[in-house]
């Protein structure tokens, strides 16, 4: 029997979209079905084991929900992913990691403020050109503030969360990961960047099924 591999799961290790296409003919519930087939494969054949924190087995469970998931797949994840909640006591984190990650998180939070003056600057400039030549008061509101809502929007987003850890299920993920040596599964760019900080293996959502046919095929 091969020595003991452990990995943990991030909910994206389901949910990417390339996922969907490459093994689920678009269809998330036939992806999830034929991803938890090799993981429960490989648990017997090849000695690994794939661990969701319970936070985040939840937030993974509340999304099929969502799809309308049937029974036969719940019982698969159910049975074949562990649930373990991280020792957030006890699991030892390098102190220079917390400098790093307030760092980046107050460099975000000067950009998200930046994006903010900005979007109000560019809004009411044009709102006011607008009212000078004479055009309805709501339609300038409906068109500019709305529009510039919805820039606004997804400028922030894209500063404050892409790339960093933005959850609870998310922390979570690479604290088991940290506690158990294990691996880590995640198509979020967040997850991928802190993981390699920490020191962990880092597998694409893409990529880990095709690691597992890999492994399954030379143990045949």
């Known amino acids: 029997m091969p020595a ?16 969907r296409e490459e093994y689920g003919d678009g269809e998330l519930i036939n992806t999830v079905g034929v991803l938890i087939d090799l993981i429960a494969e490989s648990r017997i054949r090849l000695n690994m084991s794939c661990h969701m924190p319970p936070v985040t087995y939840k937030e993974f469970i509340d999304y099929m929900g969502r799809y309308e998931c049937p029974e036969n797949i719940l019982v698969k994840a159910e049975t074949w992913i562990v649930k373990k909640t991280p020792n957030r006591y006890d699991t030892k984190i390098p102190s220079e990691i917390f400098y790093e990650y307030v760092h980046d998180m107050r460099e975000r939070m000067n950009k998200g403020m930046r994006i903010s003056e900005n979007a109000i600057w560019e809004a009411a400039v044009e709102s006011m050109v607008r009212l000078a030549r004479g055009e309805k008061k709501a339609d300038v509101e409906m068109e500019i503030i709305g529009n510039a809502i919805k820039d606004f929007r997804k400028r922030y987003r894209a ?43 880092f597998l694409s959502a893409k990529s880990f099924p095709k690691m597992l046919r890999e492994y399954l095929k030379h143990f045949e």
């Open 159 to 201: 500063a404050l969360r892409k790339g960093t850890l933005d959850s609870a299920p998310d922390l979570d993920v690479l604290l088991l990961a940290k506690e158990l040596g294990a691996g880590v599964v995640a198509a979020d760019e967040g997850i991928r960047v802190w993981s390699e900080r920490l020191g962990l293996r």
């Open 4 to 19: 003991k591999q452990r990995f943990v799961l991030d909910t994206t290790a389901f949910t990417d979209n390339q996922l």
